[in-house]
């Protein structure tokens, strides 16, 4: 037998021949059998022997062999066909089980014919020690005295077993009574020991997720604050591009402008001025009128600018390629006053009529070849050739400006008795003052006037205060004898500057004054009111910022001269005191300053703020700067 | 702590009697149900099965006493000489004698340990010789088988 002594490495091997086989009995052989049975594969170092032979055994198995060794195979052969399926169906699923060694799941233990390798279950575990107050087998032994005097109890067999020696036996649990609560308590003891495990796996659990959120937190902040940053880069550059596409825009209109400079008759005097956008300087100035330009007013920055002049016209200008659109004709008397829409346009004369047009219906004055020449103001030379563009007839006076008065009129307004001096139209509601001494409102669509509001009457209850101020009428002398001077209403609220220097607010549902404003010593010539303050100002050469729930002045500023047109918003107030130049005083900054341009004495002007543009009149040139 | 009042060897070779088992099998599957198995309950249960004679029970009962290993790292050395003690029964001395080497490893003052290393040395002994027994009974047969058929032979010729 070498191939036993020589392949197993035991230490008890080399001494088996050397003990008696007289143990080995036929009795013994049914308990000794089933050892038999093969350790897997992977154990065969110790196991050689019962390897051999049982691989002895499975090949003779059919053949006739006599002996003892016939009733050994024929006997108990089938018994070790079983086992060697039985090996074969543990080594397969030891080796699953070997592929997932900590993970064993106990639903499984029925259905598996295998008991789990040692291997698996001592490598990488630890074997602390055992820190339990009760063992495991005190635990038993506890129950199952109890389950034994539930059932009855029977005598137990308890066989001679060599290697026996008496148990000992511990504790304190003889008595039924204490068992019971001894059991439940090392079940809750149990049951509480497996919570707080599991607790505690939890709980590393969770925290392993707080980490991770944090560090997703912090990994989208710093994105967002990236982006954030981006979007700071982008707007910088959006504000250079945008103001680089003004700066082209201008451009090309220049240039567009410059190429119908050669087409119109009426040529510019030369000065197409185009400055940089400064605030306060000037983008443009335009030219065409004969006399002094008395109103004007526009509706957007780059949209329609009407003007009104002496020399009896009334012209219609496009602010965005800055040439003339046309005369509107119409008013027998030179126009006092002005409003314009979007849309519409009304004009108050010295014939006592309102005129409203609509100069949406202007379009661009069609091209005309002409040999251009240079004028004088008043003279007006023309060779020219007109291109027909379209079928109809373009009526045009002299100048080779078309005549837009028909196309554009829409209504009349008769009623007053003397020249309209000013007037204020806002929402399809207009209100107009006259030298007739009153003030009017019109219904727009049916051209009626509505309500007519008598001034003198007014008048009469403050001439005495006036004396106290010391207004004396005639000091004064105002060159164009408003009696009038300014209006401005908004809903139901009016408020009229007239000629005694007061200014009073009506009620354009009565039709009565309720408050009278004193305070100016001359007549007022241009008034204009917002929810707070009414800024005045009048031919006593001063502004005063009045206080509209109060009445009483907030501030007063004086000039050189009479104050002729001011306006005003919330953070200036622009006006012209005779000089040449315009006058802003910054609400804000509490600060004074001038806009410089005009080569002439502003004797009329009139703005109106919208911004950024705002287009000032004198003597002859319009002129718009940039505010 | 060590582990002073395990059981002998002898201890698992005392069965329960069926009402009895039942009754830790109806405790053990009890609480399975309520997904709330305590560790004394599973190895009542387990040692109860590898008391009895039959190998199935056996079986179970060491993979009961598997699981209670892997749960429960405070019960982890009992289960070892537990482990042994199966293994043994079942006649898997050489994991039983792994079992029960750690648990010397780690107790070598233990009464039963020794005792059960020496009760698994016996089978293991046996068991080779055993071995050696068949195998010189399996030589001899074949031995005999051989001249009966040589004489088979003789007889042909003559």
Known sequence: ?627 | MSLTDLPYAADAESPLTIEELSVLRRQFEKEVKEDDVTTQTKFNYAWGLIKSRRKNEQQLGVRLLAEIFRESPERRRECLYYLALGHFKLGEYTHARDYNDQLLQREPNNLQAQSLKKLIEDKLNREGLMGAMIMSGVVGAIAIGGLYIASLFKDKRK
């Not at chain 1, 006997?75 to 060694?101: D, G, K, L």
């Not at chain 1, 504000?239 to 087409?263: P, R, S, V």
């Not at chain 1, 004064?476 to 009038?484: A, I, K, N, R």
Request: hydrophobic letters at 30%.
């Open chain 1, 1 to 627: 037998m070498s191939m036993s002594n020589g392949s197993s490495p035991r230490t008890s091997t080399p001494n088996y021949e050397a003990k008696s086989t007289s143990n080995f009995n036929d009795t013994r052989l049914n308990d000794l059998m089933p050892s038999f049975h093969l350790e897997s594969l992977k154990n065969t170092v110790p196991n050689t022997i019962s390897n051999t032979a049982s691989m002895l055994f499975s090949p003779l198995t059919p053949r006739a062999v006599k002996g003892d060794a016939v009733t050994i195979i024929t006997e108990f052969a089938p018994q070790m066909m079983e086992r060697r399926v039985q090996q074969y169906i543990n080594t397969n699923a030891r080796q699953t089980e070997n592929s997932n060694q900590i993970s064993f799941p106990a639903d499984e233990s029925s259905t598996r014919s295998t008991t789990p390798n040692p291997e698996e279950l001592l490598v990488a575990t630890d074997i602390p020690e055992s820190k339990a107050p009760l063992s495991l087998i005190q635990g038993y032994r506890a129950t199952f005295s109890e389950t034994e005097t539930i059932n009855k109890k029977r005598g137990k067999n308890k066989r001679k077993v060599k290697g026996f020696l008496p148990a000992a036996s511990d504790g304190g649990f003889d008595s039924d009574y204490d068992c019971k609560p001894l059991n439940q308590l090392i079940a809750d003891r149990d049951r509480v020991v497996k919570e707080n495990d599991r607790l505690r796996l939890h709980e590393s659990r969770m925290i392993a997720d707080i980490k991770r959120i944090e560090k997703e937190i912090a990994e989208l902040t710093a994105k967002k604050l990236s982006l954030e940053s981006n979007i700071t880069n982008f707007g910088t550059r959006k504000a250079e591009l945008t103001d680089q596409l003004e700066d082209l825009n201008e451009k090309i209109a220049n240039f567009y402008q410059e190429d119908n400079n050669g087409h119109n008759t009426r040529s510019r005097k030369g000065k197409t001025t185009l400055r940089s956008q400064e605030p306060g300087t000037c983008i443009k100035t335009l030219e065409g009128h004969d006399e002094i330009i008395l109103c004007l007013d526009f509706n957007k920055p780059h949209g329609t600018l009407a003007t009104a002049s002496l020399d009896n016209t009334l012209r219609l200008w496009d602010l965005a390629n800055y040439q003339c659109l046309g005369i509107l004709d119409g008013h027998k008397g030179i126009v006092n006053c002005m409003r314009m829409d979007r849309h519409h346009l009304v004009t108050g004369s010295r014939d006592c009529t309102i005129r409203q047009w609509d100069i949406s219906k202007v379009s661009l004055p069609p091209k005309v070849k002409h040999v251009s020449e240079v004028k004088q103001m008043s003279e007006v030379k023309q060779i020219s050739e007109v291109k027909q563009i379209s079928d109809q007839s373009v009526k045009s006076n002299e100048n080779g400006l078309p005549f837009i008065g028909d196309d554009c009129w829409l209504a009349t307004l008769e009623g007053h008795t003397g020249s309209v001096t000013c007037l204020h139209y806002e929402n399809g509601c207009l209100v107009s003052g006259s030298s007739d001494k009153t003030m009017k409102q019109w219904d727009m669509e049916t051209g009626q006037c509505i309500l007519t509001m008598d001034i003198l009457w007014a008048m009469s209850s403050s001439k005495a205060e006036l004396r106290q101020i010391g207004f004396f009428s005639d000091e004064y002398t105002l060159e164009y004898g408003d009696f009038v001077g300014a209006l401005q209403f908004r809903d139901v609220g009016l408020a009229s500057g007239t000629e005694d220097g007061v200014i009073r607010m009506w009620d354009l549902r009565t039709g009565q004054a309720h408050r009278a404003l004193l305070g100016h010593t001359g007549p007022i010539t241009c008034l204009q009111f917002d929810d707070l303050h009414v800024v005045s100002g009048s031919v006593d050469k001063s502004i005063k910022i009045w206080d509209l729930r109060t009445g009483s002045v907030i501030d007063t500023f004086m000039y050189d001269h009479s104050v002729v047109s001011l306006q005003f918003d919330p953070h200036k107030i622009i006006c012209s005191a005779g000089s040449n130049d315009i006058k802003l005083y910054n609400r804000t900054a509490f600060q004074q300053s001038k806009i410089e341009g005009h080569s002439q004495p502003l004797i009329v002007k009139t703005k109106r703020i919208r911004k950024p543009e705002l287009p000032l009149c004198y003597k002859t040139k319009v002129e718009i700067s940039h505010n």
